[in-house]
């Protein structure tokens, strides 16, 4: 695959959205379309696993129960619940951080800017959804209204990665925010209609915790660790109030703060007097950094480092790779699998939650994308990324139509009493988005490469 031409393309571009932007995206893109293939890889081996001999040593290893506590206050889940509501919440605490960041310097941070990805997305929400309903109303597969509505930006962008120079860049950034728009809509639809009973008295003990990393936020608490310490409080009180326990993650990453506490300019002049005075020593050997002027020069730039880097970029900088490579493929590995019979595949194939989900993924987000992109476009409320046609605009739609990561957990929140709707669910989510992968990408291609050919006719003529 083509990284460097891809950060090649991303640099050029981050120069358009400003370095501070440009370069944190530029990781951002090139790490989620890595974490695509060990998605594939993990959901491969799930599949593979699950339909072996090995499925019952599979089985048993998630149901192993740990415990954390002391004395009588012990908790104790599975390792299948520490997965979906233990280390999901840090893909939540990534997600907000992603969203703080682009609603204040990225795509997101003007509302011209925000216009066509927010009006994108929420029509790439609100058709899947329709569809969904359309079929399952009254039954028992209704509360699976949510699975299909989600877009897995690691798959679309591994599949924009493997297009290279056939897609506009302008796409990819156009893309990365419309799905963090879809994003904040799924964190907020799992709160509000996939919590259990609420429990008013942790509701309000959790307020409180928020309220104390606001608070700490305000006083200029810039170390993420204690955020993270009275976070770990707050997903518990989430938990017992009822609201799903992920939705913590968001909301520990909208508390962290997002501002240095030096601005650029005087970083940039106390760091060039502090190496002139470390390049002024008198010794150019390597021991040079034993002597003691040097050591404070050094402790003073450490300083001044960790004061110039935002905590809310450190944080997300450090927990995106882990939770690209580490968090999402063992979630897929947890989840991605199920037992391949005759009678699953043809249910999967006519059941009118299947039709829901694979409908809702494939047609419904291409047209919900596409419509509501082109309506803002010609009403004059917003207008295309630079190189970007409605043309591009329908292939990323369909391509959005890769639900995975949050199709599956909403489809495990919608039926976990249910296995045989939540094996029809995981199946239909799989074929639904390998569908939109593989369309939307032969659309992108075949585009860029009439565009190409156009460009070497003009060339040629010229």
Known sequence: MKWGFLHKRLFLAGDNIGDWIGRPFITFVSVEAAGGIMMILMTTAAMVITNSQFFELYSRILH????????????????????????????????????????????????????????????????????????????????????????????????????????????????????IVDDLVAVVIIAVFYSQAISFFYLSMATIVIVALVVMNILGVRNPAPYIVVGIVLWAFVYASGVHATVAGVIIALTIPARSARDTHGFADDAKQLIEAFRNQRSR???????????????????????????????????????????????????????????????????????????????????????????????????LPESVTMKHVYGGAVLCGIGFTMSLFIAELSFTQHTELLNEAKVSILAGSLLSGLIGTTILYLIGQKENGEEDKTTMNT
């Not at 003073?300 to 809310?312: C, D, G, S, W």
């Open 285 to 383: 050997d390597y021991l040079i950094h034993l002597r003691e002027e040097n050591q404070m020069v050094i402790r003073q730039l450490e300083n001044m480092f960790r004061q110039i880097e935002p905590p809310l970029q450190r944080l997300e900088y450090v927990l995106h790779p882990w939770v690209i490579f580490g968090i999402m493929p063992i979630f897929a590995l947890a989840n991605a699998g199920v037992i391949l019979n005759s009678d699953l595949l043809a249910n999967a194939a006519t059941s009118n939650q299947s039709l829901g989900i694979m409908l809702g993924l494939f047609v419904g987000k291409q047209v919900g994308i596409f419509s509501a992109t082109y309506l803002a476009v010609k009403l004059g409320i917003a207008k």
């Open 64 to 179: 192993i129960k740990l415990s954390v506590g002391f004395d009588s206050a012990i908790f104790t889940r599975s390792v299948h619940f520490w997965i979906n509501e233990g280390l999901m919440t840090c893909f939540f605490l990534v997600v907000g951080l992603e969203i703080k960041r682009e609603t204040l310097v990225g795509e997101l941070a003007s509302v011209k800017q925000a216009i066509l990805p927010a009006a994108g997305a929420l029509g790439g929400v609100l058709v899947p959804a329709l569809i969904y309903w359309y079929f399952n109303k009254g039954t028992a597969s209704e509360s699976g209204w949510g699975v299909p509505m989600a877009t897995d930006i690691a798959f679309v962008l591994g599949a924009l990665t493997m297009l290279s120079s056939r897609v506009p860049s302008s796409l990819t950034i156009f893309l990365v925010s419309l799905a």
